[in-house]
């Protein structure tokens, strides 16, 4: 995802790199399971106005900041559930997400698929 940001702005010279490699790094696996991981927190990170950042990430990645950073947490829990090491309940904490339901539901509208099938699928293919 974040090779793709810089592929597309690799022919703008002129645009700035240095919020994306911050918001990459605010995204990674250390603080996606931070729920305050908001792009509040990333707006002050960067020093820039929330419909500057929502404009640059529209523009770079086609999604707002939050659904930005829910994707990245829904890639996040399905790697997790992929590895069937952990409890569905602990990959939806440790994805960042402090709901169960509300993981559960966006899983399901993300992947087709609950987050239990999906973990019974990835260990039936092995």
Known sequence: ???????????RPLFNIKPILIF??????????????QSLLIEKELGISSSQLYRKI?????????DLIRTVR?????ALLRKNTLTVSEVCYQSGFNN??????????MYNITPKNYQLKAMSTL
Request: proline share 2%.
């Open 58 to 66: 529209k523009y770079i990645y086609g999604f707002s900041p939050g």
């Open 74 to 78: 829904l890639k996040h829990a399905a």
């Open 100 to 109: 169960r339901s509300y993981f559960y539901r966006e899983f399901k509208k």
């Open 24 to 37: 990459h790094n605010l995204c990674n696996r250390h603080n996606i399971e931070n729920e305050n991981l």
């Open 1 to 11: 995802l974040f090779f793709l940001a810089y592929i597309k702005l690799r022919n």
